[in-house]
């Protein structure tokens, strides 16, 4: 990698599910010396957990630093994962910001994605649309579009585009988006929504309640360092607790007993 700033990047991948959250703020105190470090973590082609972790740890902190630079590879995990990982992805992606709209959205109508990446992009496209007024517009006129062509075909549908089309519908009602409305409605009675993951009383309450997430996912390093505490503290019990437990399996500690008649020595060991 790169000097001082790739040995960094290359211990947070020695670290793997759980690397020292001091650790990632010295990568994001180096700023824009960071990001090809990180880069090439991100182009790595790595499976698997925790195998993944340090793929989605490089992810966030790529668009924690806002590296434009980053948003080609970023978005080519798309292409690469269908698991827990896009939700590092997504994080990514929104902290980007507007510049995402574009290539998301074209992911978004690629064929030969399925429908699991697809929600992670409609769902970074939402966040970001919802702090951003041009985008808003260009976003939900997208999901609208895909909405109704989705219950245009309604009768020929894949299985996956069942899913999205549930996701849309879900997406546009966060957004509040009114003239999507009826569409949704029409949706639901052509049978393309998925009722166990979107009931109707789920959108109706979504457009009185708005869009309640965070707009912009900058907490996850403070989520993330009261998480390691957490499992730091965890783990000091149960080193506490089997410590405690191999002794009482030996028989106990030992300890002193006095012996009054004694008095030469009084103190005797008995376990």
Same mark, same amino acid.
């Given at each position: ?13 020695? $670290?793997?599910?759980?690397?020292? &959250? ?12 960071? %990001?090809?470090?990180?880069? !090439? ?12 972790? &340090? ?31 896009? !939700? ?9 910001? &507007? ?38 517009? %260009? ?12 219950? $245009? ?8 585009? *069942? ?13 509040? %988006? ?29 457009? $009185? ?6 707009? *912009? ?29 191999? %002794? ?17 020595? &009084? ?5």
């Amino acid at each position: 990698m790169y000097d001082d700033m790739g040995r960094l990047v290359e211990q947070m991948v020695a $670290e793997g599910e759980w690397p020292d &959250p001091q650790l990632l703020d010295e990568i994001l105190s180096a700023g824009d010396r960071a %990001v090809e470090p990180l880069l !090439e973590v991100v182009r790595c082609e790595v499976h698997g957990w925790p195998a993944e972790a &340090p793929l989605g740890f490089a992810a966030r902190l790529l668009g924690q630093l806002r590296a434009q630079a980053s948003l080609r590879a970023l978005v080519d995990l798309l292409y690469r994962y269908d698991n827990e990982t896009l !939700e590092a992805v997504e994080s990514a992606l929104v902290t980007l910001g &507007p510049v995402t709209v574009g290539p998301l959205l074209l992911a978004l109508r690629d064929p030969r994605l399925p429908w699991g990446p697809k929600a992670a992009a409609a769902g970074a496209l939402t966040k970001v649309a919802a702090d951003d007024r041009a985008s808003w517009d %260009v976003v939900t006129g997208a999901f609208v579009d895909q909405l109704s062509g989705y219950v $245009e075909r309604a009768s020929t549908l894949t299985s996956d585009e *069942i899913e999205m089309a549930t996701e849309l519908a879900g997406q546009l009602a966060r957004l509040g %988006v009114r003239r999507a409305r009826g569409l949704i409605q029409l949706a639901y009675q052509r049978g393309i929504i998925d009722l166990e993951k979107l009931g109707e009383d789920a959108v109706a309450r979504h457009y $009185e309640e708005g869009l309640t997430e965070p707009v *912009i996912i900058s907490s996850w390093l403070e989520d993330y360092r009261e998480a390691y505490l957490e499992k730091v503290r965890g783990d000091c019990e149960e080193i506490n607790i089997v410590s405690i437990s191999d %002794v009482l399996a030996d028989g106990g500690p030992e300890v002193l007993e006095v012996d009054e008649t004694d008095e030469e020595a &009084p103190w005797t060991l008995t376990e």
